[in-house]
């Protein structure tokens, strides 16, 4: 599995509204003989430029954890919806785009060779980056403002639709290939 972490290091800042996706190890202990239903709104202050995501807006995670005993794991299930502001692929500008995924995130309490498999840190199990990460994901490659009319241009150039360049590349004939345009070819 790809490992967050040995690509891009971050420390990611959490407004939590409602309840927490945060737990002491001490409350997760508690768990062993039940679920844990959550449901949340959450805001990230700072997102790291190299995800490409400007800002992340009605965050809602709804989830649940429940503590596996045979081998010491907390599993969690999360439902996250909210709206991420990515920039256009041709203008730069905010767009929103509305996302709505889900997670299955597996935390342990011992250090274990299975990549699948995130360490619960000493002060405790804090879902925020899991959650960041799965918003990730859902992050498109490219995205371009809906109803975009005009297209930036400058001296010498200009960013044009595809179906324009199709037309212009249909109508116009480089003028040094077009004696070719009357030659006929003759079987022997």
Not at 166 to 173: C, E, R
């Amino acid at each position: 599995m790809f490992d967050f972490n040995d690509h891009i290091a971050y420390n990611i800042n959490v407004d939590t509204l409602g309840e927490s996706v945060k737990w002491t190890k001490h409350e997760l202990f508690a768990l062993k003989e039940q679920e844990l239903d959550f449901d949340s709104e959450i805001s990230f202050k700072e997102i790291p430029t190299q995800m490409g995501i400007r800002r992340l807006e009605k965050v809602h995670v709804a989830g649940t954890l429940f503590y596996e005993k045979d081998n010491d794991h907390i599993l969690a299930q999360l439902q996250i919806t909210g709206t991420m502001i990515v920039p256009c692929a041709i203008t730069l500008d905010d767009v929103d785009y509305a996302f709505n995924t889900s997670a299955d995130l597996v935390y342990g309490f011992n250090e274990e060779d299975d990549p699948d498999v995130f360490l619960i840190p000493k002060d405790g199990l804090d879902l925020s980056e899991g959650i960041l990460n799965a918003i990730w994901l859902e992050k498109p490659i490219t995205l371009v403002k809906p109803g975009l009319k005009s297209y930036p241009k400058g001296e010498g150039w200009e960013v044009i639709t595809e179906e324009d360049y199709q037309k212009s590349k249909s109508s116009v004939l480089d003028p040094r290939l077009a004696i070719l345009k009357d030659y006929k070819q003759h079987d022997e």
